[in-house]
């Protein structure tokens, strides 16, 4: 198995399973000197982790960060950031009734057929378990970028057939879960991110468009199914006296009057803020019987058992901004020989 690193001047390799001692990642790139706000890092991953609320997975990961290499007296120092964060609530014995079966909607077929083998543990590679280590690297990306006052915030804007532009409270995300939770189903989401006081120049404009790497790094996120920089897909259903976004002189400073192109022109960021939006689909596991076949090629029936999420969101947020976090400090890299931090 290969393609477990993202990123070409801050890369991130990740490695681990949902049920196996522990999951981790190396970062590679990270520049030296940078002092780690630890308090940080944990206040992220709690964002993350399960046993949030009623209408998310019980399972109890404490998610402590265990730092390896790559950190001496609180600063990096240009060596490989490794760490790793053990699996403390890991029960195996969850997912005994489907070892043979190939779930719906998981990725049970397609890894048994491209690798011959699986871990049906949760998903193993699959499971949304081994997006923590992104969490990690992104809480380190956000502490690089905060200098360059480059601010990533997210919201929930939409929860199955219900919509909200300013972005659901975690309460309201809450009580429509909820529904979802007593009908044992699941739903999808999308969720609107904005990269804030983005400079001007970062992407190319032919195979490493900002975007691109932005869609890129979404798309590699479980459960996601769709991305759109900008109003993405609306612009289809507008004309061009619509969609350009025009030029004016701000104080000495070129700026657009709207930002329908989510802030990238021609896959280089034109200084306003980059926005996108990722839809989710409905998490597959539910807790409704359905059919399927089996490894022998039976068709059965089965429900499933063990601690699921009802929805991706609220959990998947910081994912989002980590990813868009470590994407936009790459290719400020990339740009900067040297950042100032």
Known sequence: MNANTIGNAFCLTTFGESHGPAVGGVIDGCPAGLEIDMSFITSELARRKPGQSAVTSTRNETDEVEFLSGLFEGKTTGAPVAFIIRNKDAKPSDYDNVKDLYRPSHADFTYQMKYGIRDYRGGGRASARTLAPCVVAGAIAKQILEKHDIK????????????????????????????????????????????????VGLGEPMFNKFHAALAHAMMSINAAKGFEIGDGFHTAEMSGSECNDLFVNENGRVRTLTNHSGGVLGGITNGENVTFNVAFK????????????????????????GRHDVCVVPRVLPVVEAMAAAVTLDFLMLKCQKLIY
């Open 152 to 199: 990533i915030v997210s919201s929930v804007v939409r929860i199955g057939q219900k919509t909200c532009h300013g972005g659901f409270t975690a309460n309201e995300i809450e009580e429509i879960l909820a529904g979802f939770r007593k009908k044992g189903d699941t739903v999808g989401a999308v969720v609107h991110c904005e990269v804030r006081n983005v400079p």
């Open 282 to 305: 409905p998490i597959a596991t539910i807790m409704q019987p359905q059919r399927t076949v089996d490894i022998h090629g039976n068709e059965v029936e089965y429900q499933v058992e």
